[in-house]
């Protein structure tokens, strides 16, 4: 089964850093590109960043309230991405998702999403 | 406010047909392809539509996509209750070289 699980979530202050997890299986892990996404209680979805595959180099697109403070890394060996958030931001709490990125005819779109893991910046 | 424009809600009678709106612009709509999401309660996202028209493998038929100029739609067909969800169009933008969402319109079957 194809599956991704996102873990590390938590209660951290503000100015920490909180490093989330995303294990996969099912799937050739280093075939696909990575993003997460997250979800403030009550809202809608925001799209943090991604990880492209080796084959299009592994480079990382941020979006702009996170660039700088996030970063995203991949373990191909171990089927694990990784999303390093450092000086958080109440406004960083969120439910975050990891997801498969998978090239279509143009463009990257998000087919496999794992259940999320909750992450609470506050004093 | 969201790059991308989705109404709030819509809301149709079950066995009806309902469309969603996405509205872009040039830098996103307008030059990529366009995936919609399903989001139904407590429940993580799922794709129904991918590169603008197409529908995974799962995907009942009922769900179709288009696309013309800068904007998308979804489509839903014989409505179920079962689809009352929140619904959101996704692309890349060129300009800010960031992938954008609508900010989601939930779905009410009446």
């Known amino acids: 089964e194809v599956q991704l699980v996102e873990s590390g979530g938590g209660l951290v202050q503000p100015g920490r850093s909180l490093r989330l997890s995303c294990t996969s299986s099912g799937f050739i892990f280093g075939d696909y590109a990575v993003s997460w996404v997250r979800q403030a209680p009550g809202k809608g979805l925001e799209w943090v960043g991604f990880?492209?595959?080796?084959?299009?180099?592994?480079?990382?697109e941020y979006v702009a309230s996170v660039k700088g403070r996030f970063i995203i890394s991949r373990d191909d060996s171990k089927s694990i991405a990784y999303l390093q958030m450092n000086s958080l931001k109440t406004e960083d709490t969120a439910l975050y998702y990891c997801?498969?990125?998978?090239?279509?005819?143009?463009?990257?779109?998000?087919?496999?999403w794992g259940r999320g893991t909750t992450v609470t910046v506050s004093s | 406010q969201s790059v991308l424009t989705q109404p709030p809600s819509v809301s149709a009678a079950p066995g009806q047909k309902v469309t969603i709106s996405c509205s872009g612009s040039t830098s996103n709509i307008g030059n990529n392809y366009v995936s919609w999401y399903q989001q139904l309660p407590g429940a993580a996202p799922k794709v129904v539509i991918y590169?603008?028209?197409k529908r995974p493998s799962g995907i009942p038929d009922r769900f179709s996509g288009s696309k013309s100029g800068t904007s998308a739609t979804l489509g839903i067909t014989g409505l179920q209750t079962g689809d009352e969800a929140d619904y959101y169009c996704?692309?890349?933008?060129?300009?800010?070289?960031?992938?954008?969402f609508g900010g989601g319109t939930k779905l009410t079957v009446l």
């Open positions: 590169d603008s028209d």
């Open positions: 990880i492209r595959s080796k084959a299009f180099d592994g480079t990382t």
């Open positions: 996704g692309t890349w933008d060129n300009s800010l070289r960031a992938w954008v």
């Open positions: 997801t498969r990125a998978t090239l279509g005819s143009g463009n990257y779109y998000m087919d496999v």
